[in-house]
């Protein structure tokens, strides 16, 4: 069973947005955002604490893209307004078990297949 399954990626013009989805199998203490481009690292972008609804932000996306949850069906979002050009990637949906919040991808034990993204300019 896939425990993480992402959705609502394709292709947007500069300056519009895009809602991606995630639904999760069983619980866990983070769900997150990462993104990645060929040739680069992967990039945390947002996570969300499920039991408080915190949430973090990179630097890059802060302002512009919006973690939330849905906890009745297990879904987590990431709103994305203003995308950029640069913002085109591949977007994987993560989570962990354990505690404290992290951006780094290390710290992810479950990923999704990810969904696409893609900014023209």
């Known amino acids: 069973q896939v425990p993480l399954v992402e959705s609502g990626g394709g292709t947007v013009q500069a300056g519009g947005s895009l809602r991606l989805s995630c639904t999760a199998s069983?619980?866990?203490?983070?769900l997150a955002w990462f993104r990645q481009t060929p040739g680069q690292e992967r990039e945390g972008v947002a996570a969300?604490?499920?039991?408080?609804?915190?949430?973090y932000y990179a630097d890059s996306v802060k302002g512009r893209f919006s973690i939330s949850q849905d906890i009745d069906k297990n879904t987590v979002f990431l709103q994305m307004n203003s995308l950029r050009p640069e913002d085109t990637a591949m977007y994987y949906c993560?989570?962990?078990?354990?505690?404290?919040?992290?951006?780094?991808?290390?710290?992810?034990?479950?990923w999704g297949q990810g969904t696409q993204v893609t900014v023209s300019s």
């Open positions: 969300v604490y499920t039991g408080g609804g915190f949430t």
């Open positions: 993560v989570a962990k078990h354990t505690p404290g919040w992290s951006l780094s991808p290390v710290a992810y034990g479950y």
């Open positions: 069983g619980s866990y203490s983070y």
